[in-house]
């Protein structure tokens, strides 16, 4: 089960919505919030348990996955402070 949440840059106006963070009923695989210094992006990623988690964008495999409850990160596009908000929905 897991929700949805959206990324806002006020500053160069970068945005994701609507992307899916969460578990199911077991501990692999899960979507985990994720910032691509590669390619300058936020996501969701699948993180399992033998691989090494890759950006949803390009494939890098070198991202930094972010805690599911992160408010605020600096954008990866222009390094202000951006925002993470809850979005609409949750999925099973």
Request: aromatic share 14%.
């Amino acid at each position: 089960m897991g929700w949805y949440v959206d990324f806002r840059c006020p500053y160069c106006n970068y945005e994701e919505t609507g992307i899916g963070v969460g578990r199911g009923r077991r501990s692999f695989p899960y979507l985990a919030l994720f910032c691509c210094d590669n390619c300058k992006s936020v996501g969701s990623t699948w993180v399992q348990q033998d691989q090494p988690p890759r950006c949803g964008v390009c494939y890098h495999e070198q991202v930094t996955l972010l805690k599911e409850d992160v408010r605020r990160i600096s954008c990866p596009k222009c390094g202000e402070p951006a925002t993470f908000s809850r979005g609409e929905g949750e999925w099973e």
